[in-house]
């Protein structure tokens, strides 16, 4: 990883609150709060309901930027800015691998039918460090899959 990675990757490497945006059928955004994780390479991962508005939304429109980071200003610490594509996973294997018990008040358990992973490929990350005036950026030259 080089320094601008590492510094991105502190900021992922823990569960977070990021707020999600997406675009509406009527062409508007819609902005929610999702609780994250960061997988080594970058993809962001969360659960949502298949019947949701966000995930029709994705699914209409996988373009989807986060922010995630500094939530607690003024604490003066960096966040980030994130777009990327979504893609939905429910095989058993990763509904299995990605089960959490705290998701029992959404679902009914890992089998159950609504619930869906939600895989984030980003394509450009701006790191915003506080003082900065412009962010650092890192871009995926990776396809998404």
């Known amino acids: 990883m080089n320094e601008l990675e590492k ?11 990021a707020a999600l945006a997406t675009i509406g059928d009527d062409g508007a955004p819609w902005v929610r709060y999702v609780t994250i994780r960061g997988e080594s390479d970058f993809t962001l991962t969360f659960c949502t309901g ?8 994705m699914i209409a429109n996988p373009g989807v930027h986060l922010t995630c980071g500094n939530l607690q200003p003024p604490d ?11 893609g939905f996973r429910s095989d058993p294997a990763t509904r299995a691998k990605y089960w959490q018990d705290g998701w029992s008040r959404y679902f009914s358990g890992p089998d159950d039918p609504e619930y869906v992973m939600v895989f984030i490929t980003p394509s450009r990350i701006e790191f915003n460090a506080p003082g900065a005036l412009e962010p650092e950026i890192w871009t995926n030259l990776k396809k998404p899959e």
Do not use: M
């Not at 990757?9 to 569960?15: A, C, D, G, H, T």
């Not at 298949?50 to 939304?57: G, L, P």
């Open 50 to 57: 298949r019947s949701t508005r966000k995930a029709r939304q």
């Open 7 to 17: 510094k991105i990757w502190r900021i992922l490497e823990k569960p977070q609150t």
């Open 76 to 86: 003066d610490s960096a966040y980030l800015q994130i777009a990327g594509r979504a």
